[in-house]
């Protein structure tokens, strides 16, 4: 059966730190796969996309690796701060029916310790 | 840019009432717009996906005479929760994909908590 898993439910980690999210899914053949913040009670907030050609992609502090072999992203914060605890979750991305589809993992709940 | 509304934010409705979300894409045309679900804890489901103009398609296991999706321009896309019942508590959420250009991302909304008595 498909699957999408995010490491441990909850990750805490010191201020100045990098965190690291993991992604793995099983089943899936994703052309893309998506990172995005939630906080509570808000709708998610879009923050890097990767293609399945690509390794590696970075937008200022955040890092995403994409590994089609391993079937496995990871997310870095690095220089993290109390501003990004939040929940982040993964989403794949792939062509159903001529749609472009999404299915989320269930997230992570980063919290950064000042 | 790319901002998405949602009305109301937060909603309280008797069982066997019919509730009414608007979603709205307010500074580009979205011309696709999903709807989710998600409970807590939970991850967020794909309900429906509506293209501008036609009908929406439903996910496996989404009564679509339950959900009525109406995407009726580029900038906005109704849900009506259609005789609710407390199991339809539930935290609804839309986004928007722009067209042409910006494919493959989405923009959501900031969520209705919906609450069935």
Redesign the interface.
């Known amino acids: 059966s498909q699957k999408i898993e995010q490491n441990s439910e909850a990750l805490n980690i010191q201020e100045g730190k990098t965190a690291t999210l993991t992604c793995n899914y099983t089943n899936y053949s994703p052309a893309y796969l998506q990172w995005y913040r939630q906080d509570p009670g808000r709708g998610p907030v879009f923050l890097l996309l990767i293609r399945e050609n690509e390794k590696e992609k970075r937008k200022e502090r955040l890092k995403v690796t994409f590994d089609t072999t391993l079937k496995q992203s990871l997310f870095h914060i690095t220089a993290s701060q109390p501003a990004d605890s939040a929940t982040y979750l993964c989403a794949l991305g792939e062509s159903s029916g001529g749609y472009q589809k999404v299915t989320f993992g269930i997230g992570t709940k980063l919290q950064v310790i000042p | 840019g790319a901002v998405?509304s949602?009305h109301p934010s937060r909603v309280i409705c008797k069982s066997g009432t019919s509730v009414k979300i608007e979603c709205r894409s307010l500074d580009f045309q979205a011309t696709?717009m999903?709807w989710y679900r998600q409970f807590p804890?939970?991850?967020?489901?794909?309900m429906a996906?509506s293209n501008e103009g036609s009908k929406a398609?439903y996910e496996q296991g989404v009564e679509k005479d339950k959900f009525l999706i109406n995407h009726a321009s580029l900038t906005l896309s109704t849900l009506t929760v259609t005789s609710a019942h407390p199991e339809d508590s539930s935290?609804y959420?839309c986004?928007g994909?722009p067209g042409t250009g910006y494919?493959?991302?989405?923009?959501?909304?900031?969520?209705t908590?919906l609450t069935v008595l």
């Open positions: 998405v949602q696709t999903f804890k939970k991850s967020l489901m794909l996906t398609t935290f959420i986004s994909e494919t493959d991302t989405q923009y959501f909304g900031p969520g908590r």
